[in-house]
C-alpha cells in the first residue's frame, strides 16, 4: 500500500503563485503514476495534472494548462505541483492520488488507488 501527505496549502491573492508536495511513502511508490485533483465548493472532483513514474509524461487539464507543472522527485518520494498565476477559481481542496497503472496517465479519480488527505487552497480576489 502507500500513504501520501500533502502540504504546501494556503491563502494568497490572485496572481500569486504556491507550491504543494506530496510525500509519499510504501513499498515502490516511485514506480506509480501520480496525479493532483481538486475539489471546490459544490462541485465535483476534478483532475488537475498527472505525471508518469519517470516524470517523463505529464498531462494537464485544460483549466491550468501552461500556469501549473507538475514534477516528481523519486529519490525524496515526493510530488510537487507548481501553482502559477493563480485566480480565484482555483480555489479548492488540493489532493494527491497515486495509480498503480504505470503505463498509462488517467484522469478519472476512480482509477487512483491511493489518495491524501487533501490540502486547501485559496485564493483571493
Known amino acids: 500500500q502507500v500513504q501520501l501527505v500533502e502540504s504546501g496549502g494556503g491563502l494568497v491573492q490572485a496572481g500569486d503563485s504556491l507550491r504543494l508536495s506530496c510525500a509519499a511513502s510504501?513499498?515502490?511508490?516511485?514506480?506509480?503514476?501520480m496525479g493532483w485533483f481538486r475539489q471546490g465548493p459544490g462541485k465535483e472532483r476534478e483532475f488537475v495534472a498527472a505525471?508518469?513514474?519517470?516524470?517523463?509524461?505529464?498531462y494537464y487539464a485544460d483549466s491550468v494548462k501552461g500556469r501549473f507543472t507538475i514534477s516528481r522527485n523519486n529519490a525524496k518520494n515526493t510530488v510537487y505541483l507548481q501553482m502559477n498565476s493563480l485566480k480565484p477559481e482555483d480555489t479548492a481542496v488540493y489532493y494527491c492520488?497515486?495509480?498503480?497503472?504505470?503505463?498509462?496517465?488517467?484522469?478519472?479519480?476512480?482509477?487512483?488507488?491511493?489518495w491524501g488527505q487533501g490540502t486547501q487552497v485559496t485564493v483571493s480576489s
Open positions: 492520488a497515486a495509480d498503480p497503472a504505470t503505463w498509462g496517465l488517467r484522469v478519472a479519480a476512480a482509477s487512483y488507488d491511493y
Open positions: 510504501g513499498r515502490t511508490p516511485s514506480t506509480y503514476a
Open positions: 505525471i508518469s513514474w519517470s516524470g517523463a509524461n505529464t
